[in-house]
């Protein structure tokens, strides 16, 4: 079973950075599509940013440019390098796989930005 566990949030004042880390175990790591997610309050999950299995990386619009998704295929690790942080990106971030989370939702982690 695929299990993953998210680390690294809390919280920043707008504009500063934070970086998420995600350890992956109980799959081949490198054949999978890897993505940050996060839900916050009252809305649905969504999508943030891809790190594909091939090294092409995709990010919603609303991150572009201020985070970067990297991945380790050696230590089973995929991290988030947030950015300019801003107010609305106050969320629990969570990791899985792509397009279709087939891992245990983990705990998350928080991430607070205050204005």
């Known amino acids: 079973q695929v299990q993953v566990v998210e680390s690294g949030g809390g919280l920043v004042q707008a504009g500063g950075s934070l970086r998420l880390s995600c350890a992956v175990s109980?799959?081949?790591?490198?054949?999978?599509?890897l993505a940050w997610y996060r839900q916050a309050p009252g809305k649905q999950r969504e999508w943030v940013a891809v790190?594909?299995?091939?090294?092409?990386?995709t990010y919603t619009d609303s991150v572009k440019g201020r985070f970067t998704i990297t991945r380790d295929n050696t230590k089973n690790t995929v991290v988030l390098q947030m950015n300019s942080l801003k107010p609305e990106d106050t969320a629990v971030y969570y990791c899985?796989?792509?397009?279709?989370?087939?891992?245990?939702w983990g705990q998350g982690t928080q991430v607070t930005v205050s204005s």
């Open positions: 109980g799959t081949t790591f490198s054949s999978n599509n």
């Open positions: 790190a594909g299995r091939g090294g092409i990386t």
């Open positions: 899985n796989t792509f397009p279709f989370p087939r891992c245990s």
